[in-house]
């Protein structure tokens, strides 16, 4: 059988040729798209580490902060392990909730033989002192 030559015109064809990816161009898009994401990847988990960190210290920074001012007021230390303190600070309305570390963390409460208080994180340490 003979193949007869293609009597449309060049841009109907042209058309035709044109209506979709090739495979080899959507791999390519794909490998771009993957490199992409890769090289922002890490940059994203970096910042969301850093904000954590910063809630974190914020949140040590605040509880040093109101226990000073709870002995202030109460004219005693808060006494017991770091959570009843933490408790203690929200019944005398210092606190509106117990803080909690962004990264799920838990706070311990400490006072030094100088009477300072010291305040760390089970993820971050302490931070801000
Ligand atoms: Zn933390």
Same mark, same amino acid.
């Given at each position: 059988m003979v193949k007869l030559p293609d009597e449309r015109p060049f841009r109907a064809r042209a058309r035709q040729r044109e209506r979709g990816f090739t495979l080899v161009e959507l791999l390519v898009c794909l490998a771009i798209i993957g490199i992409l994401i890769s090289l922002a990847a890490p940059n994203l988990r970096a910042a969301g580490e850093s904000a954590?960190? *910063?809630?974190? /210290?914020?949140? +040590?920074? =605040?509880?040093?902060?109101? %226990?000073?001012?709870?002995?202030?007021?109460?004219?005693?230390?808060?006494?017991? *392990?770091?959570? /009843?303190?933490? +408790?203690? =600070?929200?019944?005398?309305? %210092?606190?509106?909730?117990?803080?909690?570390?962004?990264?799920?963390?838990?706070?311990?409460?400490?006072?030094?033989?100088?009477?300072?208080?010291?305040?760390?994180?089970?993820?971050?340490?302490?931070l801000g002192e």
């Open positions: 954590q960190r *910063t809630g974190c /210290e914020s949140n +040590q920074r =605040l509880i040093r902060q109101e %226990l000073v001012q709870f002995q202030l007021v109460q004219r005693r230390a808060p006494t017991g *392990t770091s959570g /009843e303190i933490l +408790q203690e =600070l929200v019944d005398a309305g %210092l606190l509106d909730s117990r803080p909690k570390c962004p990264a799920g963390g838990d706070y311990e409460i400490r006072q030094d033989a100088g009477g300072q208080w010291k305040v760390s994180c089970s993820v971050h340490g302490a």
